[in-house]
Structures are given as C-alpha cells and as structure tokens.
Nanobody
Framework: QVQLVESGGGLVHPGDSLRLSCTSS????????MGWYRQAPGKQRELVAT???????HYADSVKGRFTISKDNAKRTMYLQMNDLKVEDTAVYYC?????????WGQGTQVTVSS
C-alpha cells in the first residue's frame, strides 16, 4: 500500500501561480508512473500531467506551457508548478501513482482560481 498526501492548494487570482506537492510513503523512484488529476464540480476527473520513473512527462493540452510536473526522488515528493492560473483550473487536484498493476490516490487538495 502506497500512501500519497497532497498539499499546497488554495485560493488564488487569475494569473497567479501555485505549487502543489505530493509526498509518497514509498520512494517515488519505485513508482512506475505518477501523475496529477483534477476534478471540477459536476465534471469527470481528468488527467493533468504525468511523470515516469525516467522523468518522461506528459501534459493535457489545456495546461501545456503553464504547468510543470516534476519529482524529487530523494524527498519522495512530486510537484505540480502551476503558472498563469485560470478560473477554469479550479478543481480538486489529486495525486496518483501506478505500481505493479495497482493504483493509488491521494485525498485531494482544492485549488480555487477566482477574481
């Protein structure tokens, strides 16, 4: 069982930046793929970005050029740097990890972008 804990959410204005963190109970080096997902009210959960063991990254078109996913294996932590935030980025952001056919989720952190 892998425990994932997100932090860093909050209330910001359009154009602001925010950095989310996801700390893992297991070394992030061992987790095959980690990612960030988000779910806005009334919408399905959607992929935001992923990062592999080899640091290959993938982004949803809606966040390309604004968000950056990264991880620090020594700190067992994955990050999501979010710049130029938009109202439509408002959602609960979830950390995800894939390992050996199992999938793990964090509890989520709320990001609200409002003027």
């Amino acid at each position: 069982q892998v425990q994932l804990v997100e932090s860093g959410g909050g209330l910001v204005h359009p154009g602001d930046s925010l950095r989310l963190s996801c700390t893992s109970s297991l070394s992030t080096f061992l987790i095959t793929t980690m990612g960030w997902y988000r779910q806005a009210p009334g919408k399905q959960r959607e992929l935001v970005a992923t990062i592999s063991t080899g640091f290959t990254t993938h982004y949803a078109d809606s966040v390309k050029g604004r968000f950056t996913i990264s991880k620090d294996n020594a700190k067992r932590t994955m990050y999501l740097q979010m710049n130029d935030l938009k109202v439509e980025d408002t959602a609960v952001y979830y950390c995800n990890g894939l390992l050996g056919g199992s999938e793990f989720w964090g509890q989520g952190t709320q990001v609200t972008v409002s003027s």
